[in-house]
């Protein structure tokens, strides 16, 4: 069975960073997608990023240049680095592979 966990969640003032990590049980994780998402209070969970096996990336439009998402394959995590943080970021992030979602880590960016 898959676990996936997330760590590094906190509360930052706007303009700050973190690095988000999603640590997978999976023997066959090099050859698994990895996506951050995140979902808001009231709104819907959202793409923020993915990436391959290979280390291919793709990105939603609203964090491009502030977000960059990497992988260790070696240690099966996935992480994501957030930069210049708004309080509109603020929600919980999750990761996901294959269909496996971990529980989420609480981002709260104050202004």
């Known amino acids: 069975q898959v676990h996936l966990k997330e760590s590094g969640g906190a509360w930052v003032q706007a303009g700050g960073s973190l690095r988000l990590s999603c640590a997978a049980s999976?023997?066959?994780?090099?050859?698994?997608?990895v996506g951050w998402y995140r979902q808001a209070p009231g709104k819907e969970r959202e793409l923020l990023a993915r990436?391959?096996?290979?280390?291919?990336?793709e990105y939603a439009d609203y964090v491009k240049g502030r977000f960059t998402i990497s992988r260790d394959n070696a240690e099966k995590k996935a992480y994501l680095q957030m930069n210049n943080l708004k309080p509109e970021d603020s929600a919980v992030y999750l990761c996901?592979?294959?269909?496996?979602w971990g529980q989420g880590t609480q981002v709260t960016v104050s202004s």
């Open positions: 996901s592979m294959r269909d496996v």
């Open positions: 999976l023997s066959i994780f090099s050859t698994s997608i």
């Open positions: 990436i391959t096996g290979s280390g291919s990336t």
